[in-house]
């Protein structure tokens, strides 16, 4: 794999309330340091870096602006001058001016991780390809919650991160590890 300069690293949702109630167990617990590993290396690169967060718009989120869980995670907040989007749905590109951003930028690929893996990354990775991005998701840098089926039978994070990881490389995405990804950085 290899990544040129017209591309750009957006971190998706690394927010605090993820680690409190009402979320079920997640997989994953290497998420957070890879995300710090690819942080790094990124803004090292000198490649575009444009973080997205999730303000909730419903009552007595945990997401909401102003609640405490709405905050970046230690580590992942925007530096100096790197921009921050906010969205208030799954797909960072919906209500938001992402798109705008990239393209002025000159971007033509988006390297995706966070949280999670089924819900915010899968959808802006959807979107993002069929806007015509080429689209990679680093599947170790981002986790997933459990999920209860139709029946209320509980889907283990892990299968339910392997799955959508499975299907976003079907047809939407590159899905790279850390390791790999920051050997493409070069």
């Known amino acids: 794999?290899?990544?040129?300069?017209?591309?750009?690293?957006?971190?998706?949702?690394?927010?605090?309330?993820?680690?409190?109630?009402?979320?079920?167990p997640r997989n994953n617990p290497g998420m957070e340091a890879n995300g710090l590993r690819l942080l790094e290396a990124w803004r090292a690169s000198g490649r575009p870096l444009i973080h997205v967060k999730h303000d909730s718009v419903v009552p007595g989120s945990t997401l909401a602006a102003g609640h405490p869980g709405n905050a970046q995670r230690p580590g992942f907040e925007p530096q100096g001058a790197e921009p921050l989007v906010r969205k208030s749905v799954n797909a960072a590109f919906i209500?938001?001016?992402?798109?705008?951003?990239?393209?002025?930028?000159?971007v033509t690929s988006v390297v995706l991780f966070g949280i999670s893996t089924d819900m915010c990354v899968s959808t802006t990775a959807r979107v993002a390809a069929?806007?015509?991005?080429?689209?990679?998701?680093?599947?170790?840098?981002?986790?997933?919650?459990?999920?209860?089926?139709?029946?209320?039978?509980?889907?283990?994070?892990?299968?339910?991160?392997?799955?959508?990881?499975?299907?976003?490389?079907?047809?939407?995405?590159?899905?790279?590890?850390?390791?790999?990804?920051?050997?493409?950085?070069?």
């Open 1 to 24: 794999m290899t990544l040129d300069e017209h591309t750009a690293l957006i971190p998706i949702d690394v927010q605090q309330a993820f680690d409190h109630a009402p979320w079920p």
């Open 95 to 106: 209500g938001t001016d992402l798109d705008l951003r990239l393209r002025r930028l000159g």
């Open 130 to 186: 069929n806007l015509g991005y080429r689209t990679i998701v680093v599947g170790d840098a981002s986790f997933c919650f459990d999920q209860a089926d139709a029946d209320g039978a509980v889907i283990p994070a892990e299968l339910v991160h392997r799955v959508h990881l499975a299907t976003l490389r079907a047809e939407f995405a590159e899905v790279v590890d850390t390791d790999g990804l920051l050997r493409s950085l070069g």
